[in-house]
């Protein structure tokens, strides 16, 4: 099974680009019909999926992210790390930003996650 591990700085001011990191251990970010997630929590709130990059390296976004213009994912083969990028940070985006990994040879967005990382608290001040 593979494990996960979020980094990224802890603080944001409103407007900066915050860069994510997850590192995966274990197995190789491009294994066949891995899906590489982000999600995050918001205090008092569920959890809201953000986007997704597949083991080919398409990228999903999440249709509910409205704002998903401004944020970004990738990836990084050469170290085994997808990034999530949201970008200009608001006072609503304090969160606890999670990575997730999920099995889907179908492609189906249906499976359920398999292994999540500890997630990382992100907080917008100015």
């Known amino acids: 099974q593979v494990q996960l591990q979020e980094s990224g700085p802890g603080l944001g001011k409103p407007s900066q680009t915050l860069s994510l990191t997850c590192t995966v251990s274990?197995?190789?970010?491009?294994?066949?019909?891995?899906?590489w997630s982000w999600i995050r929590q918001a205090p008092g709130k569920g959890l809201e999926g953000m986007g997704a990059i597949a083991y080919s390296g398409r990228i999903y976004y999440s249709p509910s992210l409205t704002r998903k213009s401004r944020t970004s994912i990738s990836r990084d083969t050469s170290k085994n790390q997808f990034t999530l990028q949201p970008t200009s940070v608001t006072p609503a985006d304090p969160a606890v930003y999670s990575c997730?990994?999920?099995?889907?040879?179908?492609?189906?967005?249906?499976?359920?996650?398999?292994?999540w990382g500890p997630g990382t608290q992100v907080t917008v001040s100015s």
């Open positions: 997730a990994s999920r099995i889907d040879p179908l492609d189906s967005g249906l499976a359920p996650f398999g292994s």
């Open positions: 274990g197995g190789a970010i491009t294994t066949n019909y891995y899906y």
